[in-house]
């Protein structure tokens, strides 16, 4: 089982701050997570879409798409904040 969180715009988005789910079947990493999570469609599809400004955090460390997953991890999907 996987703890995910959604942040922000995200969270609006999406319906859901979090959602704890069986890590589907051949996924292993960020990247398989996110495009598994975008063949629900609708806001899903669009707001993880390949280049929307979304980054990913594996148990509260910055992830990459290859970072790799593992039962019992918290996933969280946030958009990039900026400032000064």
Request: hydrophobic letters at 40%; aromatic letters at 8%; glycine letters at 12%.
């Amino acid at each position: 089982m996987i703890h995910v969180l959604y942040f922000a715009r995200l969270k609006e988005s999406l319906g859901k701050d979090a959602e704890r789910l069986e890590l589907p079947a051949g996924v292993s990493d960020v990247a398989g997570l996110t495009a598994w999570l975008r063949t629900r469609g609708g806001a899903w599809e669009h707001e993880l879409a390949p280049g929307r400004p979304v980054r990913a955090a594996v148990n509260q460390d910055m992830a990459k798409g290859e970072t790799p997953l593992r039962d019992g991890d918290e996933i969280a999907f946030f958009p990039p904040v900026t400032g000064g």
